[in-house]
C-alpha cells in the first residue's frame, strides 16, 4: 500500500492548479491520470480577466502571456443577416475592471504542460485510474484499476465530468443540455504570413446554432460550433468529422467566407465533437462539495456548458481557492491525527464555502445565454439580434469580474 498526503484524481485543469497551488505552499501531493499522458481535449479555450488572476497567483501568468495574443474585443453577428452588431472592447474600462479585461485564448495544450513542468518530477503518476474509494479510520483508501491501494489523508476529485469522487460524495449525474459542441484548431504556415485575422473574438449566432472563431498567436485559429441535436439529419454525422465539418459550413449561413474558408481548411483528425452536459445548479446549492476530507473542483464539481466561456477559467478559480484553504488548514499546527483531520475538514469546508454560489451563478448563467443565443423561431431571433447582442456579450465579461485571490 502506497501512502500519501494529499491526493488529487485528474491532471487536467482544475488537478494541476491545485497541485501546483500546495506546491507553492510548500505541500506535497500526488495526481492520479488515469491516461498515459496529458489529456487534451478541446484544443483551446477562452481565457478571461478573472483566470489570468488565477494564473498570476500560480505564478505562470506572464510565461502564458509571451505565448498568446491579447484580444482587443468581441464581435457578435448574425448568421442570417451576416450583419454584426457593435462590437464590445475588452481593453475599456468596465466594471470592477479599471484596466478593462484581459481576454486570450490559451491553448490547452500549454497550459498544462505550463503547469506540470513547474511540479516536482514524479508528481503526476499515470495510468492511474481510480475505480472505488474506501474509508479506513480518519484516511481514505483509494482503488485503482491495476489493483494498487493508495492510503490518504486527503482526495480532491478533478476527474471531470463522470467523476468517481463526485458519485462517492452523492452528486447527482450531470444533465445532458441536448446541444453538441464540435471544436477544431488550424495552424498557418508562418512561410505564407499567418493567418490574417486581427485580435478579435467573432462570434456567430444562428437558428438553434452558435459558433465562434480566436486567434491564439499570429498562426494558430481555434474556433468551435455549438448546436442544438435535434437539428442533426442523422446521429452519425457527430461521428464521422468531415460530415460534421460539412454540416457546420451548410449551416454557417452567411458569416464571412473567410471564416467559412478556416472551417473548411481544418483536418479532420482535428476536430472533436461531444454532448454537452451541465450539472443541476440546485445539486451545486444543496449537494455535498465536500464530505469530511474528500472534496470535488473543476468539471467535476461544475460541468456547465460552454456559452460564457468559463468552465476552464472557473477551473484555475478553483484550483487556486482551494489550495490557499486546504494548505492554510494543513499548515496549522495539530498535535494528533484527529485534530490535523478536524483542521483539513474545515478547510475543505471553507472552499466549498467560497465556491458553491460561484459554481451556481456560473451554470445558470451559461444555461440561460445557451437557451438564448441558440433559440429557434422568428421571433427570438429578432429580440436576439437587435437587442440582446449586446447585453449577452456584456453578461460574459460581467462575470469574468471575479477574483479568486491570492494563495
Known sequence: MIEENIVIAGAGIAGLATALGLHRMGLKCMVLESWENLRVTGFAFGTFTNAWKALDALGIGDTLREQHILLQGLVPTSMD????SLPISFTD?????PQGHEVRCVGRKVLLETLANELPHG???FCSKVVSI???GYSKLIHLADGSVIKTKVLIGCDGVNSIVAKWLGLQEPLFAGRTATRGHVVFKESE???NFGPTFLQFFGDGCRAGLLPLDKSSIYWFFTHDTSTLPRKEIEEDPREMNQYIVKNLGKAPKQVIDVIEKTDSEIISS??????????ILFGNISKANVCVAGDALHPMTPDIAQGGNAALEDGVTLARCLGRALLRYAPNEKEEYKNIKEGLEKYAKERRWRSFELISTAYIVGVIQEGKGALIKLIRDKVLARYLAGLL??????DCGKL
Open 81 to 84: 443577416s451576416g450583419i454584426p
Open 93 to 97: 474600462p468596465r466594471g470592477n475592471t
Open 123 to 125: 508528481t503526476i503518476r
Open 134 to 136: 474506501d474509508e479506513q
Open 193 to 195: 504570413g499567418g493567418h
Open 274 to 283: 461531444s454532448p454537452l452536459r451541465f450539472r443541476s445548479p440546485l445539486n
Open 397 to 402: 465579461l460581467k462575470r469574468a469580474e471575479f
